[in-house]
Structure formats: C-alpha cells, structure tokens
C-alpha cells in the first residue's frame, strides 16, 4: 500500500477512490475504522461471530456505497451504515432491538484492553501466520478468490475474468471460503475479521 495514503484525511481518500476506483484506498480507509465497525456490530447483534459477519459485509459494500454517496465525515456515516445494517439484520431475524444513543462503554473499555493486548508485535505475527496457513488449506477456488479479494482487492468482475469463474461462482466461493476461515480461526481462539484487515496491509 502506497505510504503516502496513511497520511491522507478520510475525505481525500474518498474522492480520490471516486476518481480512481483504486480498491486499495478502501481498505486504508476500513482499516483505520474496522474495530468501530465492529464493535457497533456487537453492540446491536449480541453476538461475536454474527458482527464478524457483518463487518466482512460491510466492507464489501464499501466499494459500491462509496461511489454513490457523497460522504462528508466518513467516520460518522460509517457508524450509521454499520447501526442501520445491524438493525436490518435484526428485523429479518423478527427480533426486537432497544435502540441506544450511548455506546456502552464497559465494552469499548474491554475492546480497548483486547486491542492492547493484541500490541506484542511476536504474537501477532504467529496469529497472522496462522491465518496465511488456514487461507492455503481452503479448497483451490476458495483460497484463490480470497486471496484476490482481500490481498490483492479485485472486484467481483475482475476476479471472474482472471479465474474463469461466474459472478455466482465467486461470491459463493468467498462466503464459503469466509466461513472456513472462520471455523478454523475460532478453534484457534483468533477473530478473523480483525486479522482479515492486518493480513491485507
């Protein structure tokens, strides 16, 4: 990722997706935000693996949402995307959510101690090596349209150009290929979405 976009305001990186379609800008600009988006999903879906998934999704629809709206303070738009997501998913489910104008603020204090303990630069990079291991160990069009999508950060078109696959063939390869990950990562006590956004640095 080129050095000069960490430096870069939210804004200019929006724009200059607008004017580019770089899909690395996106990803800067996730990355810097993806722990609110996840904690907000947690908040309002009470369940870790259920924010996991919605987050993946989120981001995924960042590449669309990001070209038609004109988004001024993207922090603030990017918590009422991830609130009005998590009550979507709420209201198929039928169930009931109190909406809560304060974030609860024992759970961003035990986020913060996680995100603390995650700073022992040795530990994550046995868990990021874990997560490169658990990506080689998927089914071949598994392991290959995530790496494309999340390393590399093609879209849906560019990777059924390169693979040979349909659009169909592809999201269902990523959404099975996400929930492998998962699987395996649970098992190994690592949130996925977290490593997911270090891993595409």
């Not at 922090?75 to 809560?100: D, I």
């Not at 998927?138 to 390169?162: D, P, T």
Request: contains cysteine; aromatic residues 8%; hydrophobic residues 40%.
């Amino acid at each position: 990722m080129p050095s000069n976009l960490q430096h870069q305001s939210d804004e200019n990186l929006i724009v200059q997706y607008q004017q580019t379609n770089d899909r690395v800008v996106v990803g800067e600009l996730f990355k810097r935000h993806s722990l609110m988006c996840y904690a907000v999903c947690v908040k309002y879906l009470k369940n870790e693996d259920d924010a996991q998934d919605a987050t993946m999704s989120i981001f995924e629809q960042l590449f669309v949402d990001l070209k038609k709206h004109h988004v001024q303070h993207f922090r603030n738009w990017l918590h009422s995307v991830c609130r009005n997501y998590c009550l979507m998913q709420l209201r198929k489910k039928t169930t009931e959510v109190v909406l809560a104008e304060e974030e609860n603020d024992t759970f961003f204090m035990q986020l913060s101690q996680f995100v603390h303990q995650e700073d022992n630069i040795h530990e994550r990079e046995e868990k990021l090596l874990v997560l490169e291991e658990a990506v080689k160990q998927l089914k071949e069009n598994q392991r290959v349209c995530i790496e494309l999508f999340y390393l590399k950060l093609k879209s849906y078109e560019e990777i059924a150009v390169s693979t040979g696959l349909s659009m169909n063939e592809v999201k269902s390869n990523l959404q099975n290929g996400k929930r492998n990950l998962k699987i395996v990562l649970n098992e190994k006590g690592i949130v996925m979405v977290l490593y997911l956004f270090l891993w595409i640095q």
